[in-house]
């Protein structure tokens, strides 16, 4: 069982929809929970952070993590077609001097004017 | 603050040969941690470097390799190259003082090896 899974999609919903993306993983000592938006050809861009249980919001961005059943989201309201991208799920957790982030494979989604 | 770089951005090598990857990252960070990005395996953790040590690597072969300067920067060497190395690769930076950091990525060097 991989540490992090997240459904590769392709998602296509059309413009003004709301957007839900999830991760679910394995490893319960994680405690850093980000998404990362990563466009064609370009690096991963960090989009939300969260420590621990609860929901995070930011503009039109909302993360939650629920740590009892190891499951992450990401709600996109009012989606753009400027959010087409990839969006990535990443989590780590603090033990010793540990940088390492774990990845899901990251969601396609494509908003359509 | 500028962002985090990465040179160069594009390299075509062939089976055998062996490539640099340089990356400077943001002002002020001293920690830079690569992964490598493919379409099967999605973003994999290579290693991590602070104050030119490493301190955390994942789960790659020996032929690939890195170093960080004192000046923070870091170069990361791949020997004897295989097809299946042909990937993106990204670093990230991040001050580097506690686990759980936000790390900024660069936006990575695309090597093809034919």
């Known amino acids: 069982q991989k540490e992090v899974e997240q459904d590769p999609g392709p998602l296509s919903v059309p413009e003004g929809a709301i957007v839900s993306l999830n991760c679910t993983y394995s490893?319960?000592?994680?405690?850093?929970f980000m998404w990362y938006r990563q466009y064609s050809r370009k690096g991963p861009e960090l989009l939300m952070y969260?420590?621990?249980?609860g929901n995070k919001e930011d503009g039109r961005f909302t993360a939650q993590v629920d740590k009892s059943s190891k499951y992450i989201s990401l709600f996109i309201r009012d989606s753009q077609p400027s959010d087409s991208a990839t969006y990535l799920c990443?989590?780590?957790?603090?033990?010793?001097?540990?940088?390492?982030?774990?990845f899901g494979k990251g969601t396609l989604l494509t908003v359509n004017p | 603050k500028a962002g985090v770089t990465q040179t160069p951005r594009y390299l075509i090598k062939t089976r055998g040969q062996q490539v640099t990857l340089s990356c400077s990252p943001i002002?002020?960070?001293?920690?830079v941690s690569w992964y490598q990005q493919t379409p099967g395996q999605g973003l994999q953790f290579l290693f991590e470097y602070f104050s030119e040590t490493q301190r955390n690597k994942g789960n790659f072969p020996g032929r690939f390799s890195g170093r960080q300067f004192s000046n923070s920067r870091s170069e990361m060497n791949v020997s004897t190259l295989e097809l299946g190395d042909s990937a993106l690769y990204l670093c990230a930076s991040s001050p580097g003082l506690a686990g759980g950091e936000t790390q900024y990525f660069g936006p990575g060097t695309r090597l093809l090896v034919l």
């Open positions: 490893n319960s000592a994680f405690q850093y």
């Open positions: 002002s002020g960070h001293r920690s």
């Open positions: 969260t420590y621990s249980s």
């Open positions: 990443a989590m780590t957790h603090s033990g010793g001097s540990n940088y390492k982030l774990t």
